[in-house]
């Protein structure tokens, strides 16, 4: 008997539910949410006109066409200012690579072989021309490698971008930084600053 009262239930239940899901049209004039049947759900937002793909394949092309897709266009100077430091550390190390190595060149050539060799008024022997050929090649290496860093961290930042065009922000939401004050048994009276979420 319970259980065929139960079952009554979940059968009314089931019905009800079942009746309710009509096709329903809601616009408004950013969002609309359109329910053609019971399995496909439509959702148009502002958000679709940021496709994450295309933001992608823009930053891939050519850097910073990503975020003036996403219309940030305030990360311009970051992508460009990154790309032009990095540029600048490259050929300061790469000046460095050729000077040293030429010196180092010149050195074997006059017949200064021996690691503590030098030549007359020069100032560092061959092992020390050795060493800072491969510390200027390494330094260089470096920073062309986090060129590659710099152009890979562009394309993900449009990426995530585009995709975070969706998420609506809670307007309660802040962080505050304010002062504290505690008692604790173990440490007595403290006193600070403490980093306050409200939601």
Known sequence: MKNLIILSILALLFTTALHAQNKVVVENESDSLITESQ?????????TRYNP?????YAAIA??????????YWKLP??????????MAINFYNGLYTKY???????????YVNDSDRRPGDTYTT???RVAVDRSKRSRD???????????????DAHVDAHLKEFDLNPQLHVSIEPMMEQNYMLGKQSGF?????F
């Open 39 to 47: 399995d496909t759900v439509l959702l148009k937002s502002y958000a």
């Open 63 to 72: 850097p910073g066409l990503g975020q003036i897709y996403n219309k940030k």
């Open 194 to 198: 403490s980093l306050v979420f409200r």
């Open 127 to 129: 092992k020390s021309y």
């Open 78 to 87: 970051l992508v460009y200012g990154g790309f032009v430091g990095i540029g």
């Open 101 to 111: 190595k030429r010196d180092l060149f010149a050195n074997l050539e006059d017949g």
């Open 142 to 156: 470096f920073w062309i490698i986090m060129m590659g860093a710099m152009y890979i961290l562009q394309i993900v």
């Open 53 to 57: 793909r295309k933001a992608l394949l």
